[in-house]
């Protein structure tokens, strides 16, 4: 199940019947009131499009609220916004989204990056993570590349291990810090930065997975 939560009438009834047309159900919201009231009586849905801006409270302001909360704070949240400033895209992202898409968007964008999110949860129950020839065995605490095991550092590994439960998500170095080092963590962020160019450099050709977003952070895949 898939909860759309727009106030654009047009708008949450084309996403909802791309999304239908895919195989996924789907469940409508015009505002945070309604949707809220939806998930205390229909239950957690697997992914949520979200609308940055909505009449009353604003699409920030639930996603903090989603995010505080030990029942949604893991459920995938796709941000939704009309603004194309990078400046958004980052608010979106450092309150907890796990991606987010600009309107004006296709049918194949938003499907796409809708499965990728719902691909990533589905990942999260595994204990082997992987992409191309990078493997991560996390019971194993081995990462191969091309079948041969590759020495990383503690962080090294959890960075990693963390790019690809993400897999296709583009993540903050905010977000990086907070669940790679912890939320008391108070270096800068070019210790990511660093962190990911010694990652590549150990994963060799494969490096090339990872990703820059320019003014946002990184992603692999």
């Known amino acids: 199940m898939i909860y759309i ?23 409508e919201f015009s505002d945070g009131a309604s949707f809220f009231s939806g998930l205390e009586k229909d239950g957690i849905p697997d992914l949520v499009l979200l609308d940055l801006m909505l009449p009353g409270e604003d699409g920030l302001s639930i996603m903090q609220k989603l995010r505080s909360d030990r029942r949604t704070k893991r459920m995938p949240v796709i941000m939704v916004t009309a603004k194309a400033s990078e400046l ?46 990078i493997v991560l065995d996390d019971e194993k605490h081995v990462v191969t590349v091309g079948g041969v095991e590759r020495e990383l550092t ?7 291990k963390y790019l690809l ?17 912890g939320t008391g963590y108070e270096g800068e962020s070019r210790t990511v930065d660093m962190h990911i160019k010694t990652l590549r450099q150990k994963l060799g050709e494969s490096g090339s997975a990872i990703k820059t977003v320019r003014n946002v952070g990184y992603k692999i895949g």
């Open 165 to 181: 439960v993400n897999l296709g998500i583009v993540l903050t170095r905010e977000k990086i810090m907070d669940n790679v080092w």
């Open 88 to 133: 958004d895209a980052v608010k979106g992202l450092d309150s907890g989204a796990d991606d987010y898409i600009t309107k004006p968007f296709g049918i194949m964008e938003l499907i796409s990056r809708v499965k990728a999110v719902l691909r990533r949860t589905e990942v999260e129950k595994s204990s082997v993570y992987s992409y191309e020839n």
């Open 154 to 160: 503690y962080k090294e590994y959890e960075l990693l």
């Open 5 to 27: 939560v727009e106030d654009d009438i047009n708008i949450r009834q084309m996403e909802s019947y791309a999304l239908k047309n895919s195989g996924y159900d789907t469940a």
